[in-house]
């Protein structure tokens, strides 16, 4: 079945890093890819999206580009603030939406001052 | 008020007991999900429904069950509890013309099984 794999965590990075997150998916065709991030306490709230090979989705200065030939879909930002320390989501879906999101196991970001 | 509002935010309970977490949402989707969170295992996916007359199993429904009472609303019981159920638990909704980046998400419910 369809599966989504990101790298483990926890992260640590001084504030103004650079940040990727490597995520990898496996599935039949080309779904559509997700990041969702959950900050301390707070369910999960979508951060970017892409429905296509090749899309560019960019968030809150998040980027990721969904990349068909190595099935991947890595989460980068230039630099990160302290205020983006959260756990990161990666996950995949149909464009149908017949069938639930399908999220890879969450990578914890921590960034300190 | 929240979107999709998860009750209790917080519960212990003790092994055996029954217990009901309840979601309700006002977005108007007819879809609606229960997901469990567990430190580096994800979000795992136990019921979901696409309305009113509809419940599927996820990868995770032993142990437990649900109901969608209306289309607002979807409780998740655990018959029995047992300590292996403790985790984080969440309810959403989506709507179907959006396919991944349509879901709304609770603020989960904190469950611990002593």
């Known amino acids: 079945g369809d599966s989504v794999t990101q790298m483990e965590g926890p992260v640590t990075l001084s504030e103004e890093a650079c940040l990727t997150i490597?995520?990898?998916?496996?599935?039949?065709?080309?779904?559509?890819l997700f990041w969702y991030v959950q900050y301390p306490g707070e369910g999960l709230q979508l951060l970017l999206k892409?429905?296509?090979?090749?899309d560019k989705g960019s968030n809150k200065g998040f980027e990721a580009t969904y990349r068909k030939e190595t099935t991947s879909f890595h989460l980068e930002k230039g630099s990160v603030q302290v205020s983006d320390s959260a756990v990161y989501f990666c996950?995949?879906?149909?464009?149908?939406?017949?069938?639930?999101?399908?999220f890879g196991k969450g990578t914890r970001l921590s960034v300190i001052a | 008020d929240a979107d999709v509002t998860q009750t209790p935010r917080n519960r212990i309970t003790k092994t055996g007991k029954r217990i009901m977490l309840e979601c309700s949402q006002t977005k108007g989707h007819d879809r609606m999900y229960w997901y469990r969170q567990d430190p580096g295992l994800g979000l795992r996916l136990i019921y979901y429904?696409?309305?009113?007359?509809?419940?599927n199993k996820g990868e995770i429904s032993d142990g437990y069950s649900v109901s969608r009472q209306a289309q607002a609303k979807f409780s998740l019981s655990l018959e029995s509890a047992i300590p292996n159920q403790t985790a984080l638990y969440f309810c959403a909704t989506s709507d179907p013309g959006q396919g991944g980046y349509g879901y709304t998400f609770g603020s989960g419910t904190r469950l611990t099984v002593v």
């Open positions: 429904s696409f309305d009113v007359k509809d419940i």
């Open positions: 490597n995520c990898t998916y496996t599935a039949t065709g080309y779904p559509s």
């Open positions: 996950a995949l879906s149909w464009n149908s939406g017949n069938t639930p999101l399908v």
């Open positions: 892409a429905t296509k090979a090749d």
